[in-house]
């Protein structure tokens, strides 16, 4: 379309040039009639041929009309008409189209008001149906696609609307194209963008999803709880059954709780007895040992502490 008019312009002066041409042959001084006569039959022929050239872009179809009735649908590239005769009422983009629509405060089943957003992805299949089928099918798919939309909202639940947005699209897509699909035109798919809920009942669902979050950490918890005592509780079996297990693994806790620096360790002396640490002589003792090595350590390192049991 943009260059039609340069190519019909060369068109024309080319004929033109042509009929000077021959006027020239004719008549080099332009006395004689018969050169005035090409002159003006170049010149009409020119004008006419202008006006019969038209170009279509790739993506156009151009919709012929001959007196009134359908003829033909023109382009890519260029092409002619017959002046007069024929004319074109529209130029079809084959493209893929996007449009957007909404439907505002529709209720779902559930009677919740809600404002939905979403795009439409169509395009034109056959150009011939699309001009002479309807007047306006922007226009017609734009409200075909509002009114498909809060059609689906009114059955559906507002949880399934926010869970299952593919459904929804998946379902938009099928009912918009089975009402464009007399009008030449296909839908390639709808794609829901958002869906906006009432203030209100958004702050009930955050505290309820909260809520349910708050719920599951308890129930891991106590899980975790019930899993770790059942373990000591195993412990405790095989502690009972070998004495001796039981002893290095109390010897083994007390020596590691010494061995930690600036740690005070407070062991009842019954606790000393069960245990079988040798009394609290030997406990003692067992202190005074591991203390010694920590200062050794300590001096070495240049670091002081403190271990001490209380008893």
């Known amino acids: 379309m943009k260059n039609v008019g340069s190519i019909a312009a060369l068109l024309f002066v080319i004929i033109v040039l042509i009929g000077i041409g021959l006027a020239l042959l004719i008549s080099p001084d332009f006395t004689d009639t018969t050169s005035h ?34 003829h033909a649908l023109r382009g890519p590239g260029i092409f002619f008409i017959i002046p007069i005769v ?28 809600v404002d939905v ?11 011939k149906k699309a001009a002479i089928d309807v007047s306006d099918y922007y ?6 696609s509002q009114t498909a939309l809060r059609d689906v909202i009114g059955k559906t639940m507002l949880s399934d609307m926010l869970e299952g947005r593919e459904k929804i699209s998946e379902l938009l897509r099928n009912i918009i194209d089975e009402r464009t699909e007399p009008w030449g035109i296909n839908v390639i798919s709808v794609e829901v963008k958002d869906v906006l809920i009432p203030q209100g009942l958004e702050t009930a669902m955050s505290m309820q999803a909260q809520a349910e979050r708050e719920r599951q950490a308890r129930v891991i918890l106590g899980d975790s709880e019930r899993q770790i005592a059942s373990k ?26 010494l061995k930690t620096n ?24 067992l202190t005074k040992s591991i203390q010694q090595d920590k200062e050794k350590e300590q001096r070495q390192s240049g670091k002081e502490g403190v271990s001490d049991i209380v008893y």
């Open 117 to 127: 957003d979403a795009v439409l992805f169509w395009k034109v299949i056959d150009p």
């Open 37 to 70: 006569v090409i002159l003006i039959i170049s010149f009409i022929v020119a004008i006419f041929v202008a006006w019969a050239t038209k170009v279509a872009n790739q993506w156009d179809r151009a919709v012929v009309l001959r007196l009134g009735k359908f």
């Open 139 to 144: 226009s017609a798919i734009s409200w075909a």
């Open 232 to 257: 000591f509780e195993e412990a405790a079996r095989t502690y009972s059954e070998n004495p001796t297990a039981f002893h290095l693994r109390a010897m083994n806790m007390l020596y590691e709780g």
């Open 262 to 285: 600036s740690t005070i360790v407070v062991v009842p002396s019954s606790a000393i007895e069960t245990m079988s640490l040798g009394g609290l002589t030997g406990t003692i003792a």
């Open 86 to 113: 024929d004319y074109i009422p529209y130029w079809i983009d084959i493209r893929v189209i996007t449009t957007s629509f909404k439907a505002e405060k529709t209720l779902t089943k559930d009677t919740v008001p």
